[in-house]
């Protein structure tokens, strides 16, 4: 299996993981994003020659989780990246940061690094568009965000992310 596909199946389990940790704190969770609604068109939005349209970023960077929060009675949308980084203040290639803006600026984007806290999260209103990002800076610790998240279930699954990171 190439290196490629090989972080698409580490990304798709730092998902997995964060909906079950979300799910474990008492959010529900439910698959948002086009790679899991549409799935078939994926392959075809990726491809060569595909018009970068307005519609077609707009799908493309379509989060991955709706969250309800029975507590707040607020729903959130939820992009999860899992990032490698030397340290938690080199964190490149958050590309989708200006389009997230544009059309899903009241959503969270959920941060996964192996370095520091392990797992960010930061409103996308509150984010720059830039080349690099601080987690210490740019975003807060996830469980500041999703507070029902108890503090062993981070650590536990902090521990989890690693291991998928390593693999």
């Known amino acids: 299996m190439s290196s490629f596909h090989d972080d698409l199946l580490k990304g798709s389990q730092i998902k997995d993981l964060i909906k079950v940790l979300l799910q474990k704190s008492g959010y ?30 707009r799908i493309r960077s379509s989060p991955d989780l709706l969250v309800y929060d029975q507590e707040k009675k607020d729903l959130m949308l939820v992009e999860v990246k899992m990032r490698r980084a030397p340290r938690e203040t080199s964190i490149k290639y958050l590309k989708r940061i200006a389009d997230y803006k544009k059309f899903w600026n009241d959503s969270i984007l959920v941060v996964i690094a192996p370095c520091g806290d392990i797992m960010y999260a930061q409103k996308v209103s509150e984010l720059e568009v830039k080349q690099t990002y601080n987690a210490i800076t740019d975003f807060v610790q996830f469980e500041d965000v999703f507070t029902r998240a108890k503090a062993e279930d981070i650590l536990h699954f902090r521990e989890k992310a690693m291991q998928i990171m390593e693999k």
Request: aromatic content about 10%.
């Open 28 to 57: 529900s969770v439910f698959p948002y994003g086009y790679e899991t609604t549409i799935s078939e068109i994926r392959n075809k939005l990726a491809e060569k020659g595909t018009k970068n349209s307005r519609t077609v970023r």
